[in-house]
């Protein structure tokens, strides 16, 4: 499972990440799914309350963020949703990608002691 091997690999960056600064334990994680992240949400939040046993982030408090995918268009400043397959503003055409923060899981903050 796809959601699986992701949320291995955010908690291992996150354990990472605390060993290098001296944590020893994970309080609270934040993570953040954007809405065009080709995930299943609610495979990721179970992946994520299943991949932290016997991690040291056993104990934190894991909250699962999704993102609205909003962008502005740089032609006509119109804020929408783009969609797929063609992401184009509903003002005036324009295709405007979707920024890379909308198409990712990533870690917004960890906090630890
Ligand atoms: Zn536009």
């Known amino acids: ?5 992701l949320v291995e ?10 060993r290098s600064r001296g944590i020893k334990k ?5 993570v953040v799914a954007g ?5 299943s949400h609610r495979a990721l939040s179970f992946a994520l309350e299943n991949v ?3 991690t040291f982030l056993e104990q934190a408090n894991i909250e699962l963020a999704v993102k609205e ?11 929408f949703k783009p969609e797929p397959p063609f992401y184009q503003c ?6 405007v990608f979707p920024s890379s923060e ?6 917004d903050f960890y906090e630890g002691e």
């Open 26 to 30: 994970i309080t609270r994680l934040r």
């Open 90 to 95: 509903p003002e005036c055409g324009k295709t």
């Open 69 to 79: 995918a909003w962008e502005s268009c740089p032609v006509c400043q119109q804020k």
């Open 52 to 54: 932290v046993r016997g």
């Open 102 to 107: 909308n198409r990712q899981v990533y870690i």
């Open 1 to 5: 499972m796809h959601e699986l091997s």
């Open 9 to 18: 690999s955010i908690i291992e960056s996150v354990e990472h990440d605390a």
């Open 35 to 39: 809405e065009l992240a080709s995930v």
